[in-house]
């Protein structure tokens, strides 16, 4: 299942809301997807490297990504090419071009990179720009910041040569039209057309790096910002231990730090598919958790390639590329009632 008809099924409560606007771009399943479709696994490899792992079914993101690998790129230049494949999506609508907008109408991007010696760039209320996750790199690389905001952002990547370009297609701007119609704004993220590409890659040498980018919660409140860009949140990577990067309502991993805790509970020696699940477990179990009405995933992979993925809700998927095999892989979950 796709994450636009995951966002669609996984939701438990306001369904009197108006929900057809925000699911613009549902595309059903075709048979050749279901073939990619793997049954949810315990975590674990015994493949070999290179590896590359994503967040939700992006094939054509991870078949770039390996490509970089096989041809001797390092982790760092894997995720970031392959980050800019869903970027470039315009049918996406929910990573750069083409991306739902905020309640203004504005689109606006997130994004974040961690390389092998734990250096880390980020953006954050990015506009006209659509390689954010390059943006993110050249902070890191040129810069002695982690993180530029804004106009700020902007103005540093058209002075790296980047291009400013509209990023409200018509067919984005026709759906936060019709949202505008009632303007029933309620942040919860099963109702929300939105989502994020994460991605993970160890390359030939055994290293390790991440990135994260976004367009946030559609019709957001303008200035919102979720975990995809906060280092630690919404991505993380300990070069000796492994790496992890999240999805779902930004609010909750932040709330958790969930990407850092995944990698100290490997380091502490859970298996990544266990750490994923004591990462979940955090948030489910807190006083009051509201987790029924949204979703958060995980995935993870730690120093020897195992990997791991998990979710409070269903549907959930990762994309995993290994061995000559790029398929995508339905998550456990905990809300099985």
Same mark, same amino acid.
């Given at each position: 299942m796709k994450r636009r008809n995951f966002i669609k099924n996984a939701s438990l409560t306001g369904v009197g809301l108006a929900v057809g606007n925000t699911l613009i771009g549902c595309v059903e399943k075709t048979s050749e997807d279901k073939k990619t479709v793997a049954p949810a696994t315990t975590d674990g490899s015994n493949g070999s490297l290179p590896l590359v792992i994503a967040t939700?079914?992006?094939?054509?993101?991870?078949?770039k990504a390996m490509e970089v690998l096989e041809a001797g790129g390092t982790a760092l230049d894997a995720v970031e090419q392959g980050c800019r494949v869903e970027e470039?999506?315009?049918?996406?609508?929910?990573?750069? @071009?083409? %991306?739902?907008?905020?309640? /203004?109408?504005?689109?606006?991007?997130?994004?974040?990179?961690?390389?092998k010696h734990g250096n880390c760039g980020s953006v954050v209320y990015l506009k006209d720009i659509t390689h954010a996750v390059s943006v993110a790199r050249k902070v890191m690389e040129d810069t002695p910041h982690v993180m530029l905001a804004g106009e700020g952002a902007k103005q540093f990547a058209l002075s790296k040569g980047f291009e400013a370009e509209d990023l409200l297609t018509d067919?984005?701007?026709?759906?936060?039209?019709?949202?505008?119609?009632?303007?029933?704004?309620?942040?919860?993220?099963?109702?929300?057309?939105?989502d994020t590409i994460g991605m993970l890659a160890i390359?030939?040498?055994?290293?390790i790096s991440g990135a994260c980018t976004t367009s946030g919660l559609a019709y @957001?409140? %303008?200035?919102?910002?979720? /975990?995809s860009p906060i280092i630690g949140s919404g991505l993380f990577v300990d070069n000796e231990i492994g790496a992890c990067v999240a999805t779902g309502l930004g609010e909750e991993v932040v709330k958790t730090v969930g990407s850092f805790l995944v990698v100290e509970l490997m380091r502490q020696g859970k298996s990544p598919q266990e750490a994923c699940e004591e990462a979940i477990s955090r948030i489910v179990n807190k006083p009051n958790s509201n987790y029924k009405n949204f979703q958060v995933g995980y995935i993870a992979v730690n120093k020897k390639g195992e990997t791991g993925s998990y979710s409070i809700?269903?549907?959930?998927?990762?994309?995993?590329?290994?061995?000559?095999?790029n398929e995508q892989i339905q998550s456990d979950y905990f809300n099985k009632a």
């Open positions: 939700w079914h992006v094939i054509d993101a991870t078949a470039a999506n315009e049918k996406g609508q929910s990573v750069g @071009k083409g %991306g739902l907008p905020d309640r /203004d109408g504005n689109v606006t991007l997130d994004a974040c990179i961690m390389d067919a984005s701007k026709k759906a936060w039209e019709e949202w505008k119609v009632k303007s029933e704004y309620k942040p919860i993220i099963n109702i929300e057309n939105h390359d030939k040498n055994g290293d @957001k409140l %303008g200035g919102r910002v979720g /975990d809700h269903q549907w959930f998927s990762m994309t995993k590329f290994q061995d000559g095999v």
